[in-house]
C-alpha cells in the first residue's frame, strides 16, 4: 500500500534522514519506533507531503506522492494525527471533526462519518459543543484521533498516539488502534513506548540517527537482544 | 448548492430586522436630508473598511495595515477609468484591481507571520503613495486628478450595494467550511495543512476578496471627492480607523464591526465639527478607554450584561 524507497530528506543542510526503505501492506500496522530525534517525525512529515525528499520516492497504491502537496495527499486517503493532537482548543468539538472532513470527498459524507467517530469516542458525543480547550489531556487525545478518522481515511499515520497519558489511557488508545484495523484501516505508528507498541503492532522499524537499525516482525523483535538491550532495558 | 441554501438558514427574525433596516436605508433620499445622505454614506464607507478588515483578521489573526492601500489603488482606478466606463463598471474595475494587488502581495508577504505581516503592510501604502507620487510628477506632469462628480444619492446607491454584498459574502464565509478553515489557519497553521487545507491559497484569496470590496469603496468614494492627489487617496488613517472600529464594536458576530463602525464614525464626525480643536484629545480617551474596558468590544459587553440579565431573570422565576 505504501512503499518508500530509499529516502533522504533534509532540514535545509542537514540530512534528517538516510537511505530510508520501508513498506507497508494493507491491512497491517506498522510501528516505528527510536529514541528522540531519530526521525521518526521527519519520515512522517516527508509522507504526508509537509517536506519533500532531497531524492528517494514514496509511492501510495502504485501512485508517486512525493512532490505532491499535503492536501492531495489528504485526499489520497492518508490520515495524520499529528504529535501531540493539535486539535483546534478554540473551536467546539464538533467543528474539529468537520475540519478533519475538509477534503472534498469527505466533506460530503461528515454527518455519516461523525456518527461513526461518536460510536467509537463516545466522550466526544458528550462533549459536542463544547470548546476543545475544556477537554482534558485524554480527551483531546480521543478528538485528535477521531479527527484523523474524519476523512475517511485508507492509510493513517499516527505520531505519539500516547505521549502524556496515563497509563489506562494508553491502554485505550491502544485498544483503539486495533479496532481501527479491524475496520480495514492500515496503519503506520510512531511510538516511543516500544514494549506495547511491539505487542500491538504486526511489524516494526527501529529507526536510529536517521537510518533504519533494525526492521521485522514484532515477535521476533520482542525477542532479539538488540531491541531487548536498547529499548526494553532487559 | 450549499450556499445558497445557507442563505435560508438564517433565523427569520435576523432576516426580518436586516431587511427593514435596509429599506430604511435604501429608501432615506426620500425623507432624508441632503446632509443626512452625505453622513450616511461616509459612515457606510467606514462600515465597508471596517467589516472587509475584519473578514480576513477575525478568523485568521493576520492584522492587516494595507486597507489604504486598497482604498486608494480603488480611488485612483477611478480617477484614470472614470471618464472611459460607465460608473459601475468603474467601481468593480475597482475592486478587481485591489483583488490583483492583493493576490501578489498575499502570495509575497503571506509567509510572514505576526508583526512582520503588519509592517509590510503598513509598509505597502507608503510604497505605493510614493510610487504613484513619482509617477504623477515626473511621467504625468500632474500632482492630482478631477474625478467625475456623481449625484450624492447615486453614490449613497452604489455603497449601499457594496455593503449589501460585502455582508452577504462575509455572511456565507462565515458558515462555510472555508470559513471553519480561516479559523483552523489562525489557531495553527501546521495543524490545518495536515488535515488537508491549502492553507497559503485560502490565505491569500480571503486576503484578496476583502480587498476587493476596500477597493470597490474607494472607487465609488472617488466620485464624492472629485479631487484626488497620492496624499488623500493613500491616507494612512484608512489603514487605522477600521482596525480600532472593529476592537471598539468586536468580531465575534456578524454584526459587531458594523456597530463599531457606524458608532466610531458618528462621533468622529460630531467631535470634528463641534470640537475641532479637543477632536483627536477626546477620541484619543475613547479608544483608551475601549482598549483597556472592552477586550470583546461593546457588542460583548452587551452581550455579557444581557446574559447577566438572563439569568438573574431565571433565579428570580
Known amino acids: ?234 | 448548492m450549499d450556499i445558497i441554501r445557507g442563505v435560508f438558514k438564517m433565523p427569520r427574525l435576523w432576516w426580518l430586522i436586516s431587511l427593514i433596516l435596509l429599506v430604511l436605508l435604501a429608501t432615506l433620499p426620500l425623507y432624508g436630508s441632503a446632509y443626512t445622505v452625505i453622513l450616511i454614506t461616509a459612515i457606510i464607507m467606514y462600515v465597508i473598511l471596517t467589516v472587509s478588515w475584519t473578514m480576513f483578521f477575525a478568523p485568521t489573526g493576520y492584522l492587516s495595515l494595507a486597507t489604504a492601500a486598497f482604498f486608494g489603488i480603488g480611488i485612483y482606478t477611478m480617477a484614470i477609468l472614470g471618464e472611459q466606463l460607465p460608473l459601475l463598471p468603474a467601481v468593480i474595475a475597482g475592486g478587481l484591481v485591489s483583488f490583483v494587488v492583493a493576490l501578489i502581495v498575499g502570495a509575497i508577504t503571506l509567509r510572514l507571520r505576526g508583526v512582520y505581516f503588519t509592517i509590510f503592510t503598513f509598509g505597502l501604502v507608503e510604497l505605493i503613495k510614493h510610487l504613484l507620487l513619482f509617477w504623477e510628477i515626473n511621467v504625468t506632469g500632474t500632482r492630482g486628478r478631477f474625478v467625475v462628480l456623481e449625484n450624492n444619492n447615486t453614490i449613497f446607491g452604489v455603497i449601499l450595494g457594496i455593503f449589501v454584498v460585502l455582508m452577504l459574502t462575509y455572511y456565507l464565509l462565515r458558515r462555510s467550511k472555508y470559513g471553519l478553515a480561516l479559523r483552523s489557519i489562525g489557531e495553527n497553521e501546521e495543524a490545518a495543512a495536515h488535515l488537508g487545507v491549502n492553507v497559503n491559497l485560502l490565505k491569500v484569496f480571503t486576503f484578496a476578496l476583502s480587498a476587493f470590496f476596500m477597493g470597490a469603496a474607494g472607487a465609488i468614494m472617488a466620485t464624492r471627492w472629485t479631487y484626488v492627489d497620492p496624499y488623500v487617496a493613500f491616507n494612512v488613517l484608512h489603514s487605522f480607523l477600521p482596525v480600532l472600529m472593529a476592537i471598539f464594536g468586536g468580531m465575534s458576530q456578524l454584526y459587531s464591526p458594523i456597530i463599531g463602525a457606524v458608532i466610531f464614525a458618528y462621533i468622529e464626525e460630531q467631535l470634528l465639527t463641534r470640537f475641532p480643536e479637543y477632536f483627536m484629545l477626546i477620541f484619543g480617551v475613547i479608544l483608551v478607554v475601549a482598549i483597556l474596558y472592552l477586550p470583546n468590544g461593546l457588542v460583548g459587553l452587551v452581550r455579557k450584561w444581557w446574559q447577566k440579565g438572563l439569568r438573574e431573570e431565571n433565579v428570580n422565576s
Not at chain 1, 470527498?105 to 458528550?126: C, G, M, N, S
Not at chain 1, 499516527?158 to 497519558?165: K, V
Not at chain 1, 516500544?194 to 504486526?202: C, F, I, P, Y
Not at chain 1, 514484532?218 to 532487559?234: F, I, M, N, P, Q
Open chain 1, 1 to 234: 500500500m505504501l512503499d518508500i524507497n530509499h529516502l533522504d530528506t533534509f532540514y535545509g543542510k542537514a540530512q534528517a534522514l538516510w537511505n530510508i526503505s520501508l513498506s507497508v501492506d494493507k491491512g497491517e500496522i506498522v510501528a516505528l519506533v527510536g529514541s528522540n530525534g531519530a526521525g521518526k517525525t521527519t519520515l512522517l512529515n516527508t509522507i504526508c507531503g509537509l517536506l519533500h525528499p532531497a531524492s528517494g520516492s514514496i509511492s501510495f497504491l502504485g501512485e508517486r506522492i512525493d512532490g505532491l502537496t499535503p492536501h492531495a495527499i489528504v485526499e489520497l486517503g492518508i490520515s495524520h494525527v499529528p504529535e501531540g493532537g493539535r486539535v483546534f482548543t478554540s473551536m467546539t468539538v464538533r467543528e474539529n471533526l468537520e475540519m478533519g472532513a475538509y477534503t472534498y470527498h469527505a466533506w460530503k459524507r461528515k454527518d455519516e462519518t461523525i456518527k461513526q467517530v461518536y460510536q467509537v469516542f463516545p466522550v466526544l458525543k458528550e462533549r459536542e459543543r463544547q470548546l476543545a480547550r475544556t477537554l482534558s489531556g485524554g480527551e483531546q487525545q480521543m478528538l485528535a484521533v477521531g479527527r484523523g478518522l474524519m476523512s475517511r481515511p485508507k492509510l493513517c499515520l499516527f505520531d505519539e498516539p500516547s505521549y502524556g497519558l496515563s497509563p489506562i489511557l494508553v491502554a485505550e488508545v491502544f485498544r483503539v488502534i486495533k479496532s481501527l484495523r479491524e475496520q480495514g484501516i492500515t496503519i503506520l505508528l510512531v511510538e516511543q513506548n516500544v514494549r506495547q507498541t511491539l505487542e500491538v503492532a504486526d511489524r516494526a522499524c527501529v529507526l536510529e540517527n536517521g537510518r533504519v537499525e533494525v526492521e521485522g516482525a514484532c515477535d521476533r523483535l520482542l525477542t532479539s537482544d538488540y531491541v531487548r538491550k536498547a529499548y526494553l532495558g532487559l
